[in-house]
């Protein structure tokens, strides 16, 4: 069952999901006031939960495994004298650009902008934006490489992340 209208909604808020875009069993999508895009051919796995205070995009082809929770706000923490869940919320956003892979498990916080064609490994914690086509993961998620065309030879490990074979020493 995807649960599209939970309490996130009784804020209102806008879904909007393209065609032949899959949501699975178990996700949440709860605008919370906000928007949330989903793009087409994009797959959100099961048990995901996106929330999109602060607005919520994902861009075509992007992949979202399972367990992964995206959270376009944060609680206010300013006032010592004010219970944390009064305090205003803090809304930046979040884009997730086309062709995205996010492995299973992670968490991408609010005002993080991932680019086009990246990975974000399995149970990572993303905190800030990461560039296009880069490999990334960690807690906090670390760029550890970035993708090449095989035109560039095969991508192989090195102690600063990944590099093609053939690229110059
Ligand atoms: C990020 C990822 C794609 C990298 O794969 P890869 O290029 O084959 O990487 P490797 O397995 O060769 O690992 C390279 C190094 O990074 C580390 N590493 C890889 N993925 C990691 C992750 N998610 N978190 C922390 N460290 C990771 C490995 O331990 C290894 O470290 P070492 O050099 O100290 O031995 C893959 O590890 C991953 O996280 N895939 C997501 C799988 C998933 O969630 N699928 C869901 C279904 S779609």
């Known amino acids: ?82 219970p944390m869940g009064r305090q205003p919320l803090t809304m930046k956003g979040i884009a997730i650009g086309e062709d995205v892979w996010i492995g299973a498990g992670c968490k991408i916080l609010d005002g993080v902008h991932i680019g086009n064609g990246t990975v974000i490994g399995a149970g990572s914690v993303v905190t800030k934006d990461i560039d296009a086509h880069l490999i990334a993961f960690g807690v906090p998620a670390k760029v550890a490489g970035r993708r090449h065309a095989p035109s560039d030879g095969e991508c192989v490990r090195t102690s600063g992340g990944y590099a093609p074979t053939n690229a110059a020493s």
Do not use: F, W
Not at 59 to 80: E, S
């Open 1 to 82: 069952m995807i649960q599209i209208d939970t309490d996130g909604c009784v804020l209102g808020g806008r879904i909007r999901i393209s065609k032949a875009a899959i949501i699975s069993d178990g996700a949440i999508i709860a605008p919370y006031g906000g928007s949330i895009e989903i793009g087409a051919h994009a797959y959100i796995g099961p048990y995901c939960v996106l929330y999109g205070h602060g607005g919520l995009t994902i861009g075509r082809n992007v992949m979202i495994a399972a367990h992964t929770i995206i959270v376009a706000a944060n609680h206010g923490i300013a006032q010592l004298d004010v």
